[in-house]
């Protein structure tokens, strides 16, 4: 059964204050566990997207 438009609000702030700073915290763990990649590793993770990935 299809929720309602004011139970789908509920859930998108229960999932915005919840689940969010969750994410945020366990982001920041997984990259603090590793030690900083080489600066030309960097520029490949932020500056290629993804999909440019697939064509290689």
Avoid: C, N
Avoid at 3 to 24: E, F, N, Q, T
Avoid at 28 to 40: A, E, I, S
């Amino acid at each position: 059964m299809p929720l309602s438009h004011r139970a789908r609000k509920r859930w998108s702030i229960v999932v915005l204050l919840l689940g969010m700073p969750l994410w945020i915290v366990a982001a920041v763990t997984v990259v603090g566990l590793f030690d900083r990649p080489p600066f030309w590793l960097e520029i490949v993770v932020y500056v290629v997207h993804p999909e440019q990935l697939s064509s290689f």
